[in-house]
């Protein structure tokens, strides 16, 4: 028997590992299954190392002892047991960052979130009538208040939105659309996918960059269903362009006798330009201008949780709701609770800027971001010392979630180079550590971005880099 024979053999069993008096401990903390598996798991592991270790013989056999070999035992457990979906520390700048969750929820609607998740609640019941009642009830007045529109209702993400209004509005007819608005959102999801799954025929008119009135006027036929103006949230064309406006789209359609459509994507309801950023569409333009049905995200700009709201006219609205595609769309009553109070805090418009998270980091003043940085770069040095060279520049965040494509928000920075580890290195070390720390990095320096940096976690974060660099607390 060669070595890596003899070293195999002599890994301890899974009954020998539950006898030890530790593992006794952990089995009245966790599961059996649990640390069962995990002991399988971690010997498993154990027997393919050696079986690919090319020198086996360099291999101490106490090591293979079951006290060794708890520590192994212990993270396997670990790793069945953790949460897959986590909190992490946002340090990119990327305000409406989408793999990291978009939108944080502003106090009020977390606590109600709370209330009606911990308690029964008046989902589908009217209290006045004593009757069973409707789930859209609970947002659709204040979404009419708040943007102009005679009827709403919300599903539970924009493309649902869109894909539910036209497959009401134009199943098996035509939807014109400027070739330049054939958009491509997140994860390889088309405008063109989206129709051909309603059923809805698209018909491109224009070209890329240069799109006339005449251009619709002239597609418009018997199978014409609807005009589609799609907001381009995500990407912008630049030089000789033409974009027909939503104005005169809607005095076609009513020439015409087609409705008229837009969807806005991100959708906007506090006019940001007071605060430096270029002109966006909001929503109750839209309605005003005369749209018959508008789509946007209930996330994004407007800063509450993943949703599709669909706004428009009352008699549209009701063939809409009346699509059975709507009970697959629905929002639950978590996402009614979350939306419902972050929209009750536009009605003071100072108010939510200040309480939206999203609306709050996007309008956050540069000197209130310098203040952050030098605080944080003092709470990093006392935590690590001279392990880390620390600075504070200007840089510059960026708005994300497919809005505000070219906008470039002003920021402040703290650098980090470590004087034993590359800047990836570093990184690296931050991403595994819990919470993790999610930075970007510019040729050898980790940045940390102070827009999406909240001030509960300068604390976390400092400790974080001390762990990544060795530094005992």
């Known amino acids: 028997m060669d070595h890596r024979q003899t070293m195999l053999s002599q890994i301890p069993k899974v009954d020998e590992v539950l006898d030890h008096p530790l593992v ?49 035992f212990h ?10 979906l986590k909190r992490v520390i946002n340090a990119t700048g990327v305000v409406i960052h989408t793999n990291l969750g978009r939108s944080l929820l502003p106090s009020c609607a977390i606590a109600h979130m709370d209330e009606v998740s911990r308690r029964f609640c008046n989902l589908e019941y009217d209290l006045e009538a004593g009757t069973r009642g409707s789930r859209y009830v609970h947002v659709e007045e204040i979404l009419c208040t708040l943007t102009g529109a005679e009827a709403a209702l919300v599903v539970n993400n924009n493309a649902a939105a869109v894909l539910l209004v036209l497959s009401t509005l134009a199943e098996g007819r035509e939807v014109i659309v400027s070739r330049g608005q054939l958009v491509e959102i997140g994860g390889a999801f088309r405008v063109p996918d ?20 005449e ?4 597609a418009i036929g018997e199978e014409t269903a609807l005009l589609l103006k799609v907001h381009t949230s995500n990407f912008k064309i630049v030089g000789f362009t033409a974009e027909v406006t939503l104005k005169d789209l809607v005095d ?50 407007l800063g509450g949780p993943q949703g599709g709201i669909i706004l428009g006219r009352e008699d549209v609205i009701r063939r809409i709701r009346a699509n059975p595609m709507n009970r697959a769309l629905r929002i639950d009553k978590l996402t009614l609770a979350a939306l419902e109070s ?14 939206i998270p999203t609306l709050a980091m996007l309008t956050v003043s540069e ?16 935590e690590v010392g001279d392990r880390i060279e620390v600075a504070v520049r200007r840089d510059s965040s960026q708005v994300g979630g497919g809005a505000y494509p070219l906008q470039e928000l002003p920021t402040r920075v703290v650098s980090l180079r470590s ?12 991403r595994s550590h819990r919470p993790p720390v999610i930075a970007r990095i510019r040729k050898d320096e980790l940045l940390l971005d102070l827009r999406t940096i909240q001030d509960d976690e300068f604390s976390l974060l400092a400790q974080a880099l001390a762990h990544a660099v060795g530094v005992e607390g």
Request: aromatic letters at 4%; a positive charge.
């Open 75 to 84: 993270e396997a457990i670990e790793d069945q047991t953790a949460l897959r």
């Open 419 to 430: 004087n034993g580890l590359s800047a990836s290195e570093l990184e690296v070390r931050l």
């Open 342 to 355: 972050t929209l009750r805090l536009y009605l003071d418009e100072d108010k939510a800027l200040q309480e």
């Open 24 to 72: 006794t401990e952990w089995l009245k903390q966790y599961p059996r299954k649990v640390v069962v598996e995990a002991i399988r798991r971690g010997l498993d592991r154990l027997r393919e190392n050696l079986l690919s270790s090319p020198e086996p013989e360099i291999l101490d056999k106490t090591l293979l002892s079951v006290e060794k070999l708890l520590p192994l």
């Open 367 to 382: 000197g209130r971001l310098s203040q952050k940085a030098r605080r944080l770069a003092r709470r990093i040095r006392s």
């Open 194 to 213: 989206v129709m051909r799954r309603s059923g809805a025929r698209l018909v491109e008119v224009g070209t890329t960059n240069r799109t006339h009135p």
């Open 215 to 218: 251009d619709y006027h002239r």
């Open 252 to 301: 076609l359609g009513r020439r015409t006798g087609v409705p008229v459509m837009e969807d806005l994507g991100s959708g906007c309801l506090v006019d940001l330009s007071r605060f430096g950023f270029t002109e966006e569409p909001l929503v109750q333009e839209s309605i005003k201008t005369g749209a018959d049905v508008v789509t946007c995200s209930a996330d994004k700009l």
